[in-house]
Protein backbone atom coordinates (compact mmCIF):
# COMPACT_ATOMS: atom_id res chain seq x y z
CA UNK A 1 0.00 0.00 0.00
CA UNK A 2 1.44 3.28 -0.62
CA UNK A 3 1.22 6.26 2.07
CA UNK A 4 0.58 9.91 0.91
CA UNK A 5 3.42 10.32 2.65
CA UNK A 6 6.97 8.79 0.96
CA UNK A 7 8.86 5.95 3.26
CA UNK A 8 12.00 4.41 2.54
CA UNK A 9 12.00 1.22 0.61
CA UNK A 10 13.91 -1.37 2.79
CA UNK A 11 16.22 -3.74 0.96
CA UNK A 12 16.32 -7.78 1.93
CA UNK A 13 19.11 -7.47 4.54
CA UNK A 14 17.69 -4.37 5.71
CA UNK A 15 14.04 -6.25 6.38
CA UNK A 16 16.10 -9.46 7.77
CA UNK A 17 17.78 -7.23 10.71
CA UNK A 18 14.71 -5.57 11.32
CA UNK A 19 12.89 -8.61 11.62
CA UNK A 20 15.63 -10.53 13.84
CA UNK A 21 15.98 -7.25 15.77
CA UNK A 22 12.07 -6.73 16.45
CA UNK A 23 12.22 -10.61 17.50
CA UNK A 24 14.60 -10.27 20.41
CA UNK A 25 12.51 -7.42 21.75
CA UNK A 26 9.84 -8.93 23.83
CA UNK A 27 13.05 -11.58 25.31
CA UNK A 28 14.43 -8.29 26.54
CA UNK A 29 11.60 -7.19 27.68
CA UNK A 30 11.20 -10.14 29.62
CA UNK A 31 14.98 -10.49 31.02
CA UNK A 32 13.89 -6.94 32.70
CA UNK A 33 10.95 -8.66 34.34
CA UNK A 34 11.37 -10.59 37.89
CA UNK A 35 9.93 -13.97 37.55
CA UNK A 36 9.98 -17.26 39.34
CA UNK A 37 12.90 -19.64 38.54
CA UNK A 38 12.28 -21.95 36.06
CA UNK A 39 13.87 -24.78 34.21
CA UNK A 40 15.85 -23.93 31.22
CA UNK A 41 13.24 -26.03 29.11
CA UNK A 42 10.72 -23.45 30.22
CA UNK A 43 13.07 -20.50 29.49
CA UNK A 44 12.63 -21.75 26.28
CA UNK A 45 9.28 -22.88 26.03
CA UNK A 46 8.41 -19.06 27.17
CA UNK A 47 10.87 -17.32 24.51
CA UNK A 48 9.44 -19.59 21.84
CA UNK A 49 5.44 -18.76 23.05
CA UNK A 50 6.94 -15.07 22.37
CA UNK A 51 8.55 -15.11 19.51
CA UNK A 52 5.91 -17.15 17.68
CA UNK A 53 3.23 -14.40 18.92
CA UNK A 54 5.18 -11.50 17.71
CA UNK A 55 5.94 -13.21 14.70
CA UNK A 56 2.23 -14.17 13.85
CA UNK A 57 1.60 -10.71 14.43
CA UNK A 58 4.26 -9.67 11.69
CA UNK A 59 2.80 -11.89 9.62
CA UNK A 60 0.21 -8.86 8.95
CA UNK A 61 2.72 -6.37 7.73
CA UNK A 62 5.20 -8.56 5.37
CA UNK A 63 2.40 -9.55 3.43
CA UNK A 64 2.64 -7.60 0.62
CA UNK A 65 0.30 -4.97 0.80
CA UNK A 66 2.97 -2.08 2.26
CA UNK A 67 5.18 -0.51 -0.06
CA UNK A 68 7.65 0.43 2.94
CA UNK A 69 8.20 -3.05 3.96
CA UNK A 70 8.18 -5.31 0.65
CA UNK A 71 8.18 -2.93 -1.86
CA UNK A 72 12.04 -3.64 -2.86
CA UNK A 73 11.26 -7.40 -2.73
CA UNK A 74 8.71 -8.33 -5.64
CA UNK A 75 6.13 -10.53 -5.29
CA UNK A 76 7.97 -14.13 -5.40
CA UNK A 77 10.20 -13.25 -2.23
CA UNK A 78 7.32 -12.50 0.02
CA UNK A 79 5.51 -15.27 -1.12
CA UNK A 80 8.36 -17.25 -0.72
CA UNK A 81 9.37 -15.54 2.98
CA UNK A 82 5.80 -15.95 4.06
CA UNK A 83 5.39 -19.73 3.80
CA UNK A 84 8.71 -20.13 5.37
CA UNK A 85 8.45 -17.93 8.20
CA UNK A 86 4.65 -19.78 8.88
CA UNK A 87 6.76 -23.21 8.81
CA UNK A 88 9.37 -22.12 11.82
CA UNK A 89 6.40 -20.52 13.36
CA UNK A 90 4.32 -23.47 13.17
CA UNK A 91 6.77 -25.27 14.84
CA UNK A 92 7.77 -22.56 17.36
CA UNK A 93 3.75 -23.09 18.25
CA UNK A 94 3.59 -26.66 18.61
CA UNK A 95 7.03 -26.94 21.17
CA UNK A 96 5.66 -24.13 23.07
CA UNK A 97 3.77 -26.11 25.40
CA UNK A 98 5.24 -29.37 24.59
CA UNK A 99 9.01 -27.90 26.16
CA UNK A 100 7.32 -26.54 29.08
CA UNK A 101 6.00 -30.19 30.37
CA UNK A 102 9.27 -31.81 28.97
CA UNK A 103 11.53 -31.55 32.13
CA UNK A 104 8.34 -32.98 33.90
CA UNK A 105 8.23 -35.86 31.01
CA UNK A 106 11.73 -36.58 31.89
CA UNK A 107 11.32 -37.64 35.67
CA UNK A 108 7.63 -38.53 35.48
CA UNK A 109 5.80 -39.36 31.74
CA UNK A 110 2.69 -39.38 33.45
CA UNK A 111 3.03 -36.30 34.86
CA UNK A 112 3.97 -34.79 31.83
CA UNK A 113 0.30 -35.98 30.39
CA UNK A 114 -1.49 -34.84 32.90
CA UNK A 115 -0.05 -31.39 33.21
CA UNK A 116 -0.42 -31.76 29.27
CA UNK A 117 -4.00 -32.57 29.49
CA UNK A 118 -4.30 -29.55 31.98
CA UNK A 119 -3.02 -27.06 29.26
CA UNK A 120 -5.41 -28.06 27.27
CA UNK A 121 -9.06 -28.14 29.27
CA UNK A 122 -7.89 -25.78 32.20
CA UNK A 123 -10.08 -22.87 30.85
CA UNK A 124 -7.28 -20.59 31.84
CA UNK A 125 -5.11 -21.98 29.19
CA UNK A 126 -8.12 -22.01 26.75
CA UNK A 127 -7.26 -18.28 24.84
CA UNK A 128 -3.69 -20.73 24.58
CA UNK A 129 -5.50 -22.98 22.84
CA UNK A 130 -7.77 -21.46 20.63
CA UNK A 131 -5.02 -19.34 19.45
CA UNK A 132 -2.37 -22.54 18.63
CA UNK A 133 -5.46 -24.41 16.76
CA UNK A 134 -6.34 -21.37 15.07
CA UNK A 135 -2.65 -21.14 13.76
CA UNK A 136 -2.82 -24.70 12.76
CA UNK A 137 -5.88 -24.70 10.81
CA UNK A 138 -4.91 -21.47 8.97
CA UNK A 139 -1.60 -23.69 8.06
CA UNK A 140 -3.44 -26.56 7.17
CA UNK A 141 -6.01 -24.37 5.03
CA UNK A 142 -3.63 -23.16 2.88
CA UNK A 143 -1.07 -26.40 2.71
CA UNK A 144 -4.70 -27.79 1.06
CA UNK A 145 -6.30 -24.64 0.11
CA UNK A 146 -6.26 -26.05 -3.37
CA UNK A 147 -8.03 -29.22 -2.38
CA UNK A 148 -10.63 -27.40 -0.61
CA UNK A 149 -14.42 -27.25 -1.96
CA UNK A 150 -14.32 -23.23 -1.24
CA UNK A 151 -13.36 -20.10 -3.47
CA UNK A 152 -10.29 -18.47 -2.79
CA UNK A 153 -12.33 -15.81 -1.53
CA UNK A 154 -13.61 -17.51 1.20
CA UNK A 155 -10.25 -19.01 1.86
CA UNK A 156 -8.86 -15.75 1.78
CA UNK A 157 -11.93 -14.21 4.83
CA UNK A 158 -10.79 -17.53 6.82
CA UNK A 159 -6.65 -16.76 6.65
CA UNK A 160 -7.72 -13.20 7.68
CA UNK A 161 -10.37 -14.18 10.53
CA UNK A 162 -7.82 -17.53 11.60
CA UNK A 163 -4.65 -14.98 11.81
CA UNK A 164 -6.55 -12.44 13.91
CA UNK A 165 -7.75 -14.64 16.04
CA UNK A 166 -4.23 -16.58 16.26
CA UNK A 167 -2.68 -13.12 17.51
CA UNK A 168 -5.75 -11.83 19.95
CA UNK A 169 -6.54 -14.96 21.91
CA UNK A 170 -2.29 -15.45 21.86
CA UNK A 171 -2.02 -11.99 23.36
CA UNK A 172 -4.71 -12.73 26.02
CA UNK A 173 -3.04 -16.04 26.91
CA UNK A 174 0.38 -14.17 27.43
CA UNK A 175 -1.58 -11.53 29.72
CA UNK A 176 -3.71 -14.43 31.70
CA UNK A 177 -0.99 -17.04 31.91
CA UNK A 178 2.56 -15.78 30.88
CA UNK A 179 5.48 -15.93 33.34
CA UNK A 180 6.73 -12.55 32.19
CA UNK A 181 3.69 -10.65 30.04
CA UNK A 182 1.53 -10.20 32.88
CA UNK A 183 2.33 -7.13 33.91
CA UNK A 184 5.19 -4.33 32.96
CA UNK A 185 7.00 -3.20 30.22
CA UNK A 186 6.12 -6.64 28.36
CA UNK A 187 2.36 -6.52 28.92
CA UNK A 188 2.52 -2.95 27.12
CA UNK A 189 4.28 -4.46 24.25
CA UNK A 190 1.98 -7.22 23.75
CA UNK A 191 -1.27 -4.79 23.99
CA UNK A 192 0.59 -2.63 21.25
CA UNK A 193 0.67 -5.69 19.03
CA UNK A 194 -2.57 -6.61 19.25
CA UNK A 195 -3.80 -2.86 18.68
CA UNK A 196 -1.22 -2.64 15.72
CA UNK A 197 -2.64 -5.80 13.92
CA UNK A 198 -6.45 -4.37 14.41
CA UNK A 199 -4.87 -1.11 13.18
CA UNK A 200 -2.98 -2.87 10.07
CA UNK A 201 -6.64 -4.82 9.21
CA UNK A 202 -8.63 -1.65 9.73
CA UNK A 203 -6.20 -0.16 7.13
CA UNK A 204 -6.08 -2.92 4.36
CA UNK A 205 -9.71 -3.49 4.69
CA UNK A 206 -11.38 -0.13 5.55
CA UNK A 207 -8.82 2.40 4.82
CA UNK A 208 -8.68 0.94 1.62
CA UNK A 209 -11.93 0.40 0.96
CA UNK A 210 -12.57 3.66 2.09
CA UNK A 211 -10.16 5.05 -0.82
CA UNK A 212 -11.30 3.00 -3.76
CA UNK A 213 -14.70 4.38 -2.88
CA UNK A 214 -13.17 8.24 -2.75
CA UNK A 215 -11.38 7.56 -6.14
CA UNK A 216 -13.40 5.25 -8.33
CA UNK A 217 -11.82 4.30 -12.16
CA UNK A 218 -14.09 3.11 -14.77
CA UNK A 219 -14.55 0.76 -17.52
CA UNK A 220 -13.53 2.80 -20.76
CA UNK A 221 -13.35 -0.20 -23.28
CA UNK A 222 -13.19 -4.07 -23.08
CA UNK A 223 -11.43 -5.74 -26.36
CA UNK A 224 -10.77 -9.51 -26.97
CA UNK A 225 -7.31 -10.04 -27.67
CA UNK A 226 -7.19 -13.85 -28.01
CA UNK A 227 -8.87 -16.77 -26.93
CA UNK A 228 -10.69 -16.47 -23.66
CA UNK A 229 -8.35 -13.22 -23.00
CA UNK A 230 -9.03 -9.92 -22.59
CA UNK A 231 -7.86 -6.43 -22.51
CA UNK A 232 -9.33 -3.53 -20.43
CA UNK A 233 -9.15 0.31 -20.67
CA UNK A 234 -9.50 1.73 -17.67
CA UNK A 235 -9.59 5.50 -16.99
CA UNK A 236 -9.72 7.35 -13.74
CA UNK A 237 -12.91 9.44 -13.02
CA UNK A 238 -12.44 12.94 -12.98
CA UNK A 239 -11.37 13.65 -9.09
CA UNK A 240 -9.49 10.42 -9.04
CA UNK A 241 -5.79 11.03 -9.49
CA UNK A 242 -3.55 9.13 -12.19
CA UNK A 243 -1.69 6.64 -10.76
CA UNK A 244 2.35 6.76 -11.12
CA UNK A 245 3.59 3.25 -11.87
CA UNK A 246 6.41 1.12 -13.95
CA UNK A 247 5.94 -0.52 -16.46
CA UNK A 248 5.68 -4.90 -15.16
CA UNK A 249 3.88 -3.50 -11.61
CA UNK A 250 0.67 -4.92 -11.09
CA UNK A 251 -2.48 -3.67 -9.48
CA UNK A 252 -5.03 -4.82 -7.42
CA UNK A 253 -8.82 -4.07 -8.73
CA UNK A 254 -12.15 -4.72 -8.02
CA UNK A 255 -15.16 -3.94 -9.47
CA UNK A 256 -18.97 -2.69 -8.99
CA UNK A 257 -20.42 -0.65 -6.29
CA UNK A 258 -19.20 -2.78 -3.14
CA UNK A 259 -15.32 -2.90 -3.98
CA UNK A 260 -14.32 -4.72 -0.92
CA UNK A 261 -10.93 -4.88 -0.77
CA UNK A 262 -10.90 -8.73 0.56
CA UNK A 263 -12.47 -9.37 -3.05
CA UNK A 264 -9.24 -7.98 -4.86
CA UNK A 265 -7.63 -9.46 -7.92
CA UNK A 266 -3.85 -8.95 -8.61
CA UNK A 267 -3.48 -7.59 -12.53
CA UNK A 268 -0.50 -6.60 -14.35
CA UNK A 269 -0.65 -2.97 -16.04
CA UNK A 270 0.14 -4.36 -19.53
CA UNK A 271 0.71 -0.49 -20.48
CA UNK A 272 3.40 2.35 -20.92
CA UNK A 273 3.00 5.18 -18.12
CA UNK A 274 3.53 7.44 -20.84
CA UNK A 275 -0.51 6.30 -21.59
CA UNK A 276 -3.36 8.04 -19.17
CA UNK A 277 -5.17 5.34 -17.22
CA UNK A 278 -4.42 1.60 -17.21
CA UNK A 279 -4.47 -1.22 -19.32
CA UNK A 280 -4.99 -4.81 -18.18
CA UNK A 281 -4.79 -7.82 -19.92
CA UNK A 282 -7.23 -10.42 -18.26
CA UNK A 283 -7.69 -14.35 -19.22
CA UNK A 284 -10.62 -16.26 -18.18
CA UNK A 285 -9.16 -18.68 -15.46
CA UNK A 286 -11.96 -19.27 -12.59
CA UNK A 287 -14.96 -17.08 -11.07
CA UNK A 288 -14.05 -13.49 -11.65
CA UNK A 289 -11.98 -14.19 -14.54
CA UNK A 290 -14.68 -15.66 -16.36
CA UNK A 291 -17.03 -13.19 -16.04
CA UNK A 292 -14.42 -10.04 -17.48
CA UNK A 293 -15.57 -10.19 -21.17
CA UNK A 294 -19.53 -9.62 -19.40
CA UNK A 295 -18.24 -6.46 -17.62
CA UNK A 296 -20.21 -3.52 -19.49
CA UNK A 297 -18.03 -0.44 -20.68
CA UNK A 298 -18.67 2.32 -17.76
CA UNK A 299 -18.57 -0.36 -14.68
CA UNK A 300 -17.16 1.25 -11.67
CA UNK A 301 -13.95 0.03 -10.88
CA UNK A 302 -11.82 0.12 -7.75
CA UNK A 303 -7.34 -0.10 -8.34
CA UNK A 304 -4.99 -0.22 -5.38
CA UNK A 305 -1.56 0.21 -6.69
CA UNK A 306 1.30 -0.28 -8.18
CA UNK A 307 2.88 -2.78 -6.50
CA UNK A 308 5.82 -5.22 -7.53
CA UNK A 309 9.39 -4.83 -8.45
CA UNK A 310 8.93 -6.48 -11.93
CA UNK A 311 10.45 -3.58 -14.02
CA UNK A 312 13.13 -2.33 -15.56
CA UNK A 313 13.51 0.33 -13.72
CA UNK A 314 14.54 -1.55 -10.76
CA UNK A 315 17.54 -3.81 -12.12
CA UNK A 316 19.58 -1.67 -14.72
CA UNK A 317 20.50 -3.48 -18.15
CA UNK A 318 22.42 -2.62 -21.29
CA UNK A 319 19.90 -5.44 -23.19
CA UNK A 320 16.92 -6.83 -22.38
CA UNK A 321 15.39 -10.51 -22.49
CA UNK A 322 11.84 -10.52 -22.00
CA UNK A 323 10.09 -13.91 -21.91
CA UNK A 324 6.29 -14.10 -21.44
CA UNK A 325 3.90 -17.40 -21.55
CA UNK A 326 0.49 -17.77 -21.42
CA UNK A 327 -1.15 -14.64 -19.77
CA UNK A 328 2.25 -14.25 -18.42
CA UNK A 329 2.77 -12.06 -21.43
CA UNK A 330 0.81 -9.25 -19.81
CA UNK A 331 3.33 -7.56 -17.85
CA UNK A 332 5.84 -8.32 -20.69
CA UNK A 333 3.53 -6.01 -23.20
CA UNK A 334 3.44 -3.64 -20.33
CA UNK A 335 7.19 -3.22 -20.70
CA UNK A 336 7.19 -3.79 -24.60
CA UNK A 337 5.18 -0.44 -25.25
CA UNK A 338 6.47 1.60 -22.28
CA UNK A 339 10.10 0.61 -24.55
CA UNK A 340 8.58 1.92 -27.56
CA UNK A 341 7.18 4.47 -26.01
CA UNK A 342 10.55 6.08 -24.95
CA UNK A 343 12.18 5.19 -28.17
CA UNK A 344 14.56 2.93 -26.18
CA UNK A 345 17.73 2.07 -28.07
CA UNK A 346 18.58 -0.94 -26.11
CA UNK A 347 18.58 -4.27 -27.98
CA UNK A 348 15.64 -6.13 -26.68
CA UNK A 349 15.03 -9.97 -27.06
CA UNK A 350 11.35 -11.19 -26.41
CA UNK A 351 9.99 -14.83 -26.14
CA UNK A 352 6.90 -15.32 -26.34
CA UNK A 353 5.10 -19.02 -25.75
CA UNK A 354 1.74 -20.23 -25.80
CA UNK A 355 -0.03 -23.71 -26.18
CA UNK A 356 -2.06 -23.07 -29.09
CA UNK A 357 -1.40 -20.11 -31.80
CA UNK A 358 -5.09 -18.90 -31.11
CA UNK A 359 -3.90 -17.86 -27.78
CA UNK A 360 -1.12 -15.18 -28.94
CA UNK A 361 -2.56 -12.01 -27.84
CA UNK A 362 -1.58 -8.55 -29.78
CA UNK A 363 0.42 -9.73 -32.21
CA UNK A 364 -0.16 -7.20 -34.71
CA UNK A 365 1.46 -4.84 -32.28
CA UNK A 366 4.51 -7.08 -31.67
CA UNK A 367 5.46 -7.09 -35.11
CA UNK A 368 5.10 -4.04 -35.62
CA UNK A 369 7.69 -3.00 -32.95
CA UNK A 370 10.36 -5.35 -34.59
CA UNK A 371 10.61 -2.07 -36.35
CA UNK A 372 10.66 0.60 -33.78
CA UNK A 373 13.18 -1.48 -31.33
CA UNK A 374 16.13 -3.28 -31.60
CA UNK A 375 13.92 -5.86 -30.98
CA UNK A 376 14.07 -9.75 -32.31
CA UNK A 377 10.63 -11.61 -31.51
CA UNK A 378 10.29 -15.20 -31.13
CA UNK A 379 6.84 -16.81 -30.93
CA UNK A 380 6.65 -20.32 -29.74
CA UNK A 381 3.91 -22.30 -29.67
CA UNK A 382 3.86 -25.99 -28.60
CA UNK A 383 0.68 -26.54 -31.21
CA UNK A 384 1.53 -26.60 -34.72
CA UNK A 385 1.83 -22.85 -35.77
CA UNK A 386 -0.43 -21.33 -38.56
CA UNK A 387 2.46 -18.52 -39.41
CA UNK A 388 5.69 -18.24 -41.18
CA UNK A 389 7.01 -16.37 -37.98
CA UNK A 390 5.78 -19.00 -35.53
CA UNK A 391 8.54 -21.52 -34.13
CA UNK A 392 6.99 -25.15 -33.12
CA UNK A 393 7.37 -26.28 -29.37
CA UNK A 394 8.66 -24.78 -26.18
CA UNK A 395 11.91 -23.00 -25.50
CA UNK A 396 14.78 -24.99 -25.07
CA UNK A 397 18.62 -24.14 -23.88
CA UNK A 398 19.41 -23.99 -27.67
CA UNK A 399 16.71 -21.53 -28.32
CA UNK A 400 17.73 -19.87 -25.72
CA UNK A 401 21.23 -19.26 -26.86
CA UNK A 402 20.06 -18.03 -29.77
CA UNK A 403 18.33 -15.73 -28.10
CA UNK A 404 21.70 -14.22 -26.12
CA UNK A 405 23.74 -14.41 -29.06
CA UNK A 406 25.48 -11.20 -29.40
CA UNK A 407 24.34 -10.00 -25.76
CA UNK A 408 26.81 -9.44 -22.79
CA UNK A 409 25.06 -11.60 -20.16
CA UNK A 410 26.45 -10.05 -17.12
CA UNK A 411 24.89 -6.60 -18.63
CA UNK A 412 21.94 -8.28 -20.08
CA UNK A 413 18.40 -8.41 -17.55
CA UNK A 414 15.79 -10.90 -18.23
CA UNK A 415 12.81 -10.79 -17.17
CA UNK A 416 10.33 -13.32 -17.24
CA UNK A 417 6.82 -14.22 -16.47
CA UNK A 418 4.74 -17.26 -17.02
CA UNK A 419 3.53 -20.64 -15.83
CA UNK A 420 5.06 -21.95 -12.46
CA UNK A 421 7.25 -24.69 -14.04
CA UNK A 422 8.09 -22.59 -17.62
CA UNK A 423 9.66 -19.27 -15.18
CA UNK A 424 11.46 -22.47 -13.22
CA UNK A 425 13.03 -24.18 -16.39
CA UNK A 426 13.91 -21.08 -18.03
CA UNK A 427 15.46 -19.65 -15.08
CA UNK A 428 17.38 -22.12 -14.67
CA UNK A 429 18.70 -22.52 -18.33
CA UNK A 430 19.46 -18.75 -18.12
CA UNK A 431 21.86 -19.73 -15.64
CA UNK A 432 23.22 -22.48 -16.79
CA UNK A 433 23.95 -19.97 -20.43
CA UNK A 434 26.51 -18.10 -18.03
CA UNK A 435 23.28 -15.52 -16.99
CA UNK A 436 24.29 -14.23 -13.40
CA UNK A 437 21.34 -14.32 -11.28
CA UNK A 438 20.95 -11.21 -10.20
CA UNK A 439 20.02 -10.55 -13.88
CA UNK A 440 17.34 -12.84 -13.80
CA UNK A 441 14.00 -11.97 -12.69
CA UNK A 442 10.57 -13.38 -12.80
CA UNK A 443 7.06 -13.37 -11.45
CA UNK A 444 4.47 -15.89 -11.22
CA UNK A 445 0.76 -15.47 -11.08
CA UNK A 446 0.56 -18.18 -8.58
CA UNK A 447 1.42 -18.61 -5.14
CA UNK A 448 0.87 -22.06 -4.75
CA UNK A 449 3.89 -24.47 -4.46
CA UNK A 450 5.35 -26.34 -7.07
CA UNK A 451 8.49 -27.08 -8.99
CA UNK A 452 11.44 -24.52 -7.95
CA UNK A 453 14.14 -22.95 -9.25
CA UNK A 454 17.94 -23.05 -8.53
CA UNK A 455 17.33 -18.91 -7.61
CA UNK A 456 14.20 -20.17 -5.63
CA UNK A 457 16.17 -22.74 -3.42
CA UNK A 458 19.49 -20.25 -3.08
CA UNK A 459 17.02 -17.86 -1.72
CA UNK A 460 15.29 -20.17 0.39
CA UNK A 461 18.74 -21.10 2.17
CA UNK A 462 19.30 -17.51 2.37
CA UNK A 463 15.83 -16.86 4.30
CA UNK A 464 16.88 -19.98 6.46
CA UNK A 465 20.07 -17.69 8.11
CA UNK A 466 17.02 -16.16 9.94
CA UNK A 467 15.08 -19.27 11.53
CA UNK A 468 18.56 -20.79 12.18
CA UNK A 469 19.42 -16.88 14.57
CA UNK A 470 15.96 -17.85 15.81
CA UNK A 471 17.07 -21.43 17.25
CA UNK A 472 20.37 -19.29 18.72
CA UNK A 473 17.82 -16.46 20.38
CA UNK A 474 16.00 -19.06 22.40
CA UNK A 475 19.11 -20.76 23.35
CA UNK A 476 20.27 -17.88 24.52
CA UNK A 477 17.42 -16.62 26.12
CA UNK A 478 17.11 -19.57 28.04
CA UNK A 479 21.32 -20.60 28.98
CA UNK A 480 21.11 -16.41 29.83
CA UNK A 481 18.36 -16.16 32.40
C1 LIG B 1 1.32 -10.49 -9.22
C2 LIG B 1 0.23 -11.12 -10.06
C3 LIG B 1 -0.09 -10.56 -11.29
C4 LIG B 1 -1.08 -11.14 -12.07
N1 LIG B 1 -1.36 -10.59 -13.28
C5 LIG B 1 -2.30 -11.16 -14.08
C6 LIG B 1 -2.61 -10.59 -15.36
O1 LIG B 1 -2.04 -9.61 -15.78
N2 LIG B 1 -3.58 -11.19 -16.08
C7 LIG B 1 -4.27 -12.30 -15.64
O2 LIG B 1 -5.14 -12.80 -16.36
N3 LIG B 1 -3.99 -12.85 -14.45
C8 LIG B 1 -3.04 -12.30 -13.64
N4 LIG B 1 -2.77 -12.85 -12.41
C9 LIG B 1 -3.55 -14.02 -11.99
C10 LIG B 1 -4.92 -13.55 -11.51
O3 LIG B 1 -4.79 -12.76 -10.38
C11 LIG B 1 -5.78 -14.77 -11.19
O4 LIG B 1 -5.92 -15.54 -12.35
C12 LIG B 1 -7.15 -14.33 -10.77
O5 LIG B 1 -7.08 -13.66 -9.53
C13 LIG B 1 -8.03 -15.56 -10.67
O6 LIG B 1 -9.25 -15.20 -10.06
P1 LIG B 1 -10.58 -16.02 -10.37
O7 LIG B 1 -11.60 -15.70 -9.32
O8 LIG B 1 -10.99 -15.83 -11.76
O9 LIG B 1 -10.13 -17.52 -10.26
P2 LIG B 1 -10.15 -18.50 -9.04
O10 LIG B 1 -10.68 -19.81 -9.51
O11 LIG B 1 -10.77 -17.87 -7.84
O12 LIG B 1 -8.60 -18.63 -8.75
C14 LIG B 1 -7.70 -19.29 -9.61
C15 LIG B 1 -6.34 -19.14 -8.97
O13 LIG B 1 -5.93 -17.75 -9.07
C16 LIG B 1 -5.31 -17.35 -7.85
N5 LIG B 1 -6.10 -16.28 -7.26
C17 LIG B 1 -7.44 -16.15 -7.25
N6 LIG B 1 -7.82 -15.03 -6.63
C18 LIG B 1 -6.68 -14.45 -6.20
C19 LIG B 1 -6.40 -13.28 -5.46
N7 LIG B 1 -7.35 -12.48 -5.04
N8 LIG B 1 -5.09 -13.01 -5.19
C20 LIG B 1 -4.11 -13.81 -5.62
N9 LIG B 1 -4.32 -14.93 -6.32
C21 LIG B 1 -5.58 -15.24 -6.61
C22 LIG B 1 -5.26 -18.56 -6.94
O14 LIG B 1 -4.01 -19.20 -7.08
C23 LIG B 1 -6.34 -19.44 -7.47
O15 LIG B 1 -6.08 -20.81 -7.21
C24 LIG B 1 -1.79 -12.29 -11.61
C25 LIG B 1 -1.48 -12.82 -10.36
C26 LIG B 1 -0.48 -12.26 -9.59
C27 LIG B 1 -0.16 -12.86 -8.24
Redesign the pocket.
Same mark, same amino acid.
Given at each position: MNTPFPLPRLNGPALASIYLLAAILPLLLARAQSAAPMDRWEYAAAAMGMIALWGMAVQFVTSGRFEAVSGRLG?DKIMAFHKLAVVWLAVAVLLHPLAYVFPTWLQDPELAWIRMRFYLTDPVYRSGVISLAAFMVMVATSVF??RLPW???AW?AVHLLLGLVAVLCGVHHAWAVGRFSAEGALAWFWNFLAIAVILVVLVLHGWRWWRLHRRPWRLKSITKRADR?WELDIQPDADTPQISYHAGQ &?V?MTEGTGRLPL??????? +?DSPSRDGLS???????????QIGNLPEGRVIGIDGP??E &?TLEAHTADAVILIGGG??F +??ILGILRDLVARGDTRPVRLAYAVGQPQNFACLDELRAATGKLDLQLWLFSEDPPVDSDMTHGRLTPARLSEMLNGLTASTTTALICGPGPMVVAVSDMLLEAGMPMRNIIY??????GGARSRQDRARTRRMLGIGATFIVIVTGFAFSM
Open positions: IRDPYERM &FWFDHPFSI +ALLIKEAGDFTSYG &FVG +APERFDYA
